[in-house]
């Protein structure tokens, strides 16, 4: 596996001269983000580098082709991914560098939003996720770090790369202790995503999860636009998988009254 220290030469030696690396952005649970700029087209892409533990016990082959699967995907409201490959060991992908905040980045500076703004982007978030499942193709991760808002629009980011994951793991069954924090994205056994915005399903790691744990995601995400906050806020991972799968969520109009 690539060291953290050297991971940014190796990536820049396996991307050779077709990619620039400019700088690191950071990155969450699943992975370091990069910004690199196209030698040949000059446009600015960004780079994600798997964390090794994530990476542990995936075959690259099968990440690559769930990922050129996604990679199909084109739409107004889906950012679509360019590329897939290895850097010593650690899986990555490529895909076009959005310029906007996360739609996690406005709700904590802004709270809950107007019930207009929050239909509007419910709403193309929806049209974003109709259109990528009738190719085929679920998210299993979609929460608002994975929603990119550019021009005042929804744009859906990392499509394809949860169920990438999920399909790429070696071994392993059913659903096993969570890790991460509630909103970072974790491994349930088989079943991989974010325990806050988890369809009672996908935790239990069941096997038959297709994409209505999406439009789960996407009711999750409409009641935190609206309440400020997720139905089963400031619990633990394990606490939150629990609460999916046996509890009803609070009244939206308690809070929102």
């Known amino acids: 596996m690539a060291a953290p220290t050297d991971l940014r ?4 030696q396996t991307l050779g001269t077709a990619y620039a690396l400019e700088r690191e952005l950071g990155g969450g649970g699943m992975s370091r983000v990069f910004v690199a700029r196209d030698a040949r087209l000059g ?3 960004v780079v994600k580098v798997l964390h090794p533990d994530l990476a542990a016990g995936l075959s ?10 996604a990679a199909r995907l084109q739409h107004p409201h889906v950012i679509p991914l ?4 290895d850097v010593g060991g650690l899986p990555y992908y490529t895909m076009p560098f959005v310029e906007g905040e996360t739609l996690r980045a406005r709700l904590a500076r802004d709270g809950a939003l ?5 239909v509007r982007l419910v709403r193309e978030l929806a049209d974003a996720l109709g259109y990528a499942h ?25 499509f394809g790369v949860a169920k990438a994951l999920a399909s790429a793991t ?11 924090d509630a909103t970072g994205t974790t491994a349930l056994g088989m079943a991989v995503g974010t325990p806050a915005y988890m369809a009672p399903e996908q935790a239990l790691g069941d096997p038959a999860t297709d994409h209505r744990a ?36 609070p009244p939206l109009g308690a809070a929102r009254p």
């Open 170 to 180: 070696r071994g392993g069954s059913g659903a096993a202790d969570a890790v991460g």
């Open 82 to 85: 360019l590329s897939a490959g």
């Open 134 to 158: 009738g190719q085929g193709v679920v998210h299993r991760d979609l929460k608002p770090e994975n929603v990119l808002l550019s021009g005042g629009h929804a744009v859906v980011a990392d």
């Open 114 to 118: 107007p019930v207009a703004d929050a």
């Open 9 to 12: 030469e190796q990536l820049q």
């Open 214 to 249: 999406d439009l789960y995601a996407l009711g999750v995400i409409a009641y935190e636009l609206l309440a400020g906050a997720p139905p089963f806020a400031g619990r633990t991972p394990q606490q939150l998988v629990a609460a999916h799968v046996s509890q009803p969520p």
């Open 60 to 69: 690259a082959r099968r990440f690559e082709r769930e990922v050129a699967l």
């Open 43 to 45: 446009r600015r892409v």
